[in-house]
Nanobody, 125 residues
């Protein structure tokens, strides 16, 4: 069984930065994809960034150049989402998710079987 726990959300002014963490409890063995999704009130859940077990990453166009997804080298159960140059439109609940799938440019929340509880990110103008 895999459990995901997010942390690091909060409130920040536009232009600021936040770093989200996703701690994986259990065993994610080879061939998995771990991703960050977000959902704003009244909107569908959307993918933000994903990282595959081979280290490849993909980003939504809206966050390219501003967000970076990575695996902590010291703790291979810790995944990070560094968010810089935050905008008010980045305000949402952010979720960490994992699944045994290879993520490329197109993926769906349905591809992910494990989800965290979410962490709120609020960006004020």
């Amino acid at each position: 069984q895999v459990q995901l726990v997010e942390s690091g959300g909060g409130s920040v002014q536009a232009g600021g930065s936040l770093r989200l963490s996703c701690t994986v409890f259990g065993y994610l063995y080879g061939g998995f994809c771990l991703g960050w999704f977000r959902q704003a009130p009244g909107k569908e859940r959307e993918g933000v960034a994903v990282i595959n077990s081979d280290g490849s990453t993909f980003y939504a166009d809206s966050v390219k150049g501003r967000f970076t997804i990575s695996q902590d080298n010291a703790k291979n159960t810790l995944y990070l989402l560094q968010m810089n140059s935050l905008k008010p439109e980045d305000t949402a609940m952010y979720y960490c998710a994992a699944g045994w799938v290879y993520c490329s440019g197109a993926y769906s929340p349905r591809d992910f079987g494990y989800w965290g509880q979410g962490t709120q990110v609020t960006v004020s103008s």
